[in-house]
């Protein structure tokens, strides 16, 4: 099964363009399950039966199969073709009759889970119950809404007869999904809502765009090294990940398994496939290649064929050539140990190769290593072939050693803790915990760190800080335990500073409740006051772990740093926002002369990231000042949130 997104939302909202939208941008399948209700209604009405047990019957004669190529999505009934039949006003008339019988309910779900089980990259479901019943671990849950007057004008501009009353009618369907037992339209508490009242269809599919990329549910594109022993591929690869890892250079003869490292360039996120020897067997005219290299042009998305341009193309690289050249993917020449103007004339007898233009760099000292990536990333497909990662929310647990950290996780799991591997292919040790308390499974980073014992030698703070980094650069909320029995220390304030820095989602627990008492309490509400006024925003939980006391408000507070922690506010919002603001309180007077400030958008996600355009230099003061008031307007529990003033002239 691959990854499921579930978008929900009151009729007219958009569901259907936008899921099937977001289904063909990401190569995935889409189900329609309003279609399927509508396949049976129209069938019970062809039959003229009205009860479930009839319909039941007649359904099993003649079975609901749906085609899901978002493209062009088809459903039929046993032979028959239904698409445009069940858009009929009479199966919209029965249909919300039919699809709060139970029996029939219990049966469709069964179809939905078959197609979405098949769907092997990924699906976009839209319907009802999905992200609540059909699809509860959907790796990302939407609910789309917009208000009744803009659903009425978009519904109204789809169909054809003017006669109809569009508004009534979709108030009256409010109504029944408001109030109909069997599938009441809720939204499910992990969900997303996008309010696309002032958004057109493409802003809201890069809304969605934007929380899939955010939360790694679209592969990434992986890119294959591939060259004969010797060439300079680990050497590379070394450069691109711009560290040094110790990769043993390829051994001729010795196939070494695919090893991938994730890389960053220009803002883009990819995998760099090391394939290790590339094998040639010079026996008689065949030569063979490598099958670890077979694979790596199989799995990756585009080619990087590195040839050593100080020895130059050999006949078995041309012979390499054509087997790349099968392979049918963006490929680039790559002339490695190019260290200068020299070498890189002698170096142009590549283009014999018939590759197009090479790129000659030198992986050791870095030259030309700048252009190669900004092509390869210009390469690259939006969506690649790696495994997108699980949708469940990743979560940091750290504080400075003895807070608790281990009781409170063992209180939330209580038993059901499983060990699980990082993201496939990747070198990092297993070492996250699949977690499930207050009704979500969450993915504890590095819970490994947590069992080391804090009594090691001197250093152990700063590799104990050197883990915690890294675990919030891998997780998108952090859970900070502090020892709320204790003096708040230096310690707990530089961990809460990380989360900070790091622009991660927040909640901050005080653990060993249990052991305040009323004076401890008063002393702690003064700390509190003191030490934690700039992240007033993190919300603080007050546990005792190792009673269970208060575990269950942890996932709600969790809800609501993530969900403030990927919050857009609409352009429009914003800037009435700030035009009020700047009317009200107008920036400083600064030698004589007034800013003046334009407009703000919002340029990004977790965590939201405001630019302020102004015609001058705005104080600091006057940034916090906006920043606070954001807050204040549009909430931003448990995240950090970025202003950022730019300069600019009017034009
Ligand atoms: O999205 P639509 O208008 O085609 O849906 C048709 C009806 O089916 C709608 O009134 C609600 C119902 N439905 C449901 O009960 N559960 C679903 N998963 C999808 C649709």
Known sequence: MGVVVAIDGPSGAGKSSTSKAVAIRAGWNYLDTGALYRAVTWLALEHKIEASAQILLALQKSPIRFESDPHNPQIFVGEEQVTQSIRGSSVTENVSRISAMPEIRHELLKIQREIIDKAEKGI?????????????????????????????????????DKEIDVRASLDSRDLIDSTREISPLVMARDAVEIDSTYLDLSETIDRVWELLRER??????????????????STLINRFIGRREAIVEDIPGVTRDRVQYECEWGGRRFIVMDT?????????????????????????????????AQVGALDEDEILVQHLRKAKKPLILIGNKVDGEREESDAHGLWSLGLGEPYFVSALHGRGSGDLLDHIVKELPEVGRAGSADGFRRV?????????????????????????????????????????????????????????RANQASGTDYYASLRTQSALERAEVAVVVLDASEPITEQDLRVITMVEEAGKAMVIVMNKWDLVDEDRRDQLDKEIDRHLDQ???????????????????????????????????????????????????????????????????????????????SNGWIEASYRRFIERRLREEFGF???????????KERD
Request: charged share 25%.
């Open 124 to 160: 976009v479901v839209e319907g009802r119950d999905i992200a609540t019943v059909v699809a509860p671990d959907a790796a990302l849950k939407i609910f789309l809404t917009a208000d009744l007057d803009s659903r009425t004008v978009r519904r109204e501009g789809e169909i054809d």
């Open 216 to 233: 790694s549910l679209l592969g990434l594109p992986i890119v294959a090294i591939l060259g004969r022993p010797n060439v300079g591929k």
């Open 276 to 308: 290790g020897g590339w094998e040639a067997k010079p026996d008689g005219i065949s030569i063979a290649v490598s099958a670890g290299a077979e694979v790596a042009m199989e799995e990756a998305d585009v080619l990087a064929f590195v040839v050593d």
């Open 396 to 452: 940091a647990l750290i504080g400075r050693p003895n807070v608790g950290k281990s009781s409170l996780l063992n209180a939330l799991a209580g038993t059901q803790r499983s060990l699980v591997d990082d993201v496939a292919g990747t070198t990092r040790d297993p070492v996250d915990e699949l977690i499930e308390f207050g009704g979500s499974t969450w993915r504890f980073i590095d819970t490994a760190g947590l069992k080391k």
């Open 535 to 613: 992240v007033e925003w993190a919300q603080r939980v007050n546990v005792a772990a190792k009673t269970g006391w208060h575990r269950d408000r942890l996932a709600p507070a969790l809800r609501t740093a993530l969900d403030s922690w990927e919050r857009r506010v609409p352009t429009a919002k914003l800037n009435s926002f700030l035009g009020a603001l700047i009317g009200a309180t107008p920036p400083p007077v600064r030698a004589g002369k007034a800013p003046k400030i334009y407009y703000a958008t919002q340029a990004g996600i977790a965590p939201p990231k405001f630019v302020v355009f």
């Open 637 to 647: 529990a448990g995240t950090p949130v970025q202003v950022a003033i730019r300069v």
